[in-house]
């Protein structure tokens, strides 16, 4: 089986040993340059793109998303769960039942016994490892999902249906660019945690050598998380589109860094809007999947049995060994397709603001025509163009036989009568009664 093929379409067809892939078949009528009157031609036969060649509005993008995923979602959770689910499923359960160990840990410590300084050096070392390590590694598996359903995203786009085996061929040559940017991520955010924790300090001892109330000191934390937030906000949107553009375009690191901030350029509220209002719908659904795992990690914790009279093996324990288990298959598996879908939105985010600025959709419409340009998602210089304009309403057409109707041009207007005593003007000028002369003469 190919790598990628049309939807539909099995076996060798005509022209495909082209630059376009999979044959295509031609459309109705060649593209004319943009803009056009009226909609754009629509996308060949057996070459259907999942979203329309014109600006995406928000629906258009949540639409996309969908259909991306649903028509191809065994590939993309397969990639989700290698990428996301193992490792997120790893961290939840190390991280759960690591609690209870070094709880009992720390316990032992407190009585005061033999060898008491070793055991809370391991301790927190076991603390550093659940709460960095494990994490760390989720996040990096979870940064690079983006990738392969970027090209899976452009693939559809384009009408093609990608295996694993085709979107891994896709990232040849792009995969260290993505987990370069990744790591760069990381390294960006230590350099704010560092900056964070200074400013805490100095904003501590500025605060204490004031003396200043308790109400400063709450004031002061929450404008002071509030700035961060902002600034975590602002450079995560401006460089949203970097995984993405790196996947179809190709560029280096820094090159799609540049490009996202190009992208990004006069649009800043529409992405970040429409990227918190997904990450909102999504993680409400992971927060209603993830109460089983809340409730199995506060069975676990003791609250319902501070003094330990309980058995691990019976009631609280074994439910909230359960709880834990199903809860965490569940939060993941949902997770999972938030990831996806998430990634998805991005991704048609970085097409429609390219579509905007670059004219994607003519590369495309002309792709999928004529096989040519090669890769219509290929670096591209920006065109300026005015913004899309309304789509009229297609003009019925007159059934045969029918009598062709003329648009209603309104009421018919009375001649104007002259006034009482009025001069009739000469007809050398062609006026009309009661009207004077071009040069205003009677």
């Not at 995406?56 to 979602?73: C, E, K, Q, S, Y």
């Not at 009992?104 to 927190?124: C, K, N, P, T």
């Not at 029918?402 to 104007?416: E, H, I, R, S």
């Amino acid at each position: 089986m190919s790598d990628w093929q049309t939807p539909g379409t099995s076996g060798e067809q005509p022209g495909a040993d082209r630059p376009g892939g999979a044959a295509h078949q031609p459309g109705p009528q060649p593209s004319a340059p943009w803009p056009i009157p009226g909609p754009p031609p629509p996308p060949p036969a057996g070459s259907r793109p999942v979203i329309p060649l014109r600006p995406l509005g928000l629906g258009d993008v949540l639409g996309g998303a969908f259909t991306v995923f649903r028509r191809n979602a065994r590939v993309l959770l397969l990639w989700s769960v290698l990428l996301s689910g193992v490792l997120g499923l790893l961290a939840t359960l190390v991280s759960t039942f690591g609690q209870q160990a070094l709880q009992s840990r720390m316990l032992s410590a407190a009585d005061g016994g033999s060898g008491s300084e070793s055991i809370v050096a391991g301790s927190v070392t076991l603390l550093i490892v659940l709460s960095v390590g494990l994490p760390f590694l989720a996040y990096l598996g979870r940064g690079f999902l983006v990738a392969p359903v970027a090209a899976d995203t452009g693939q559809r786009i384009l009408g093609r249906r990608a295996t694993f085996r085709g979107l891994w061929a896709l990232l040849s040559g792009r995969r260290r660019s993505v987990v370069a940017w990744i790591l760069l991520q990381l390294a960006a955010g230590v350099v704010i945690g560092i900056v964070f924790v200074l400013v805490f300090v100095g904003f501590i001892a500025a605060l204490t050598a004031g003396d200043a109330g308790v109400w400063g000191f709450v004031l002061g934390f929450l404008a002071m998380f509030a700035g961060f937030g902002v600034v975590l906000a602002w450079l995560g949107t401006k460089f949203a589109f970097t995984v993405p553009t790196i996947t179809l375009e190709g560029r280096s690191v820094f090159s799609a860094a540049a490009q996202s901030w190009r992208l990004t350029r006069g649009a800043f509220w529409r992405t970040f809007g429409i990227v918190l209002l997904v990450q909102a719908m999504f993680g409400f659904a992971v927060s209603i999947a993830s109460f089983p795992l809340t409730i199995g990690s506060v069975l676990l914790s003791g609250t319902f049995d501070p003094l330990g009279q309980t058995d691990a093996s019976s009631g609280v324990g074994v439910g909230g060994i359960v709880a834990v288990v199903v809860g965490s298959l569940l939060a993941i598996a949902v997770q999972c397709i938030a990831d996806v879908l998430n990634a998805s939105v991005v991704t048609l985010l970085t097409v429609d603001r390219r579509i905007r600025t670059e004219a994607l959709d003519q590369r495309i419409a002309s792709h999928l025509e004529t096989g040519t340009p090669a890769d219509p998602f290929a670096p591209a210089p920006q065109v300026s163009r005015p913004p899309w304009p309304p789509q009229p309403f297609p003009v019925q057409q007159p059934w045969p036989g029918q009598p062709v109707q003329q648009p209603w041009a309104g009421p018919p207007v009375p001649p104007q009568q002259p006034w009482p005593g009025q001069p009739t003007p000469p007809p050398e000028w062609g006026g009309a009664p009661g009207r004077y002369p071009p040069d205003g003469r009677a």
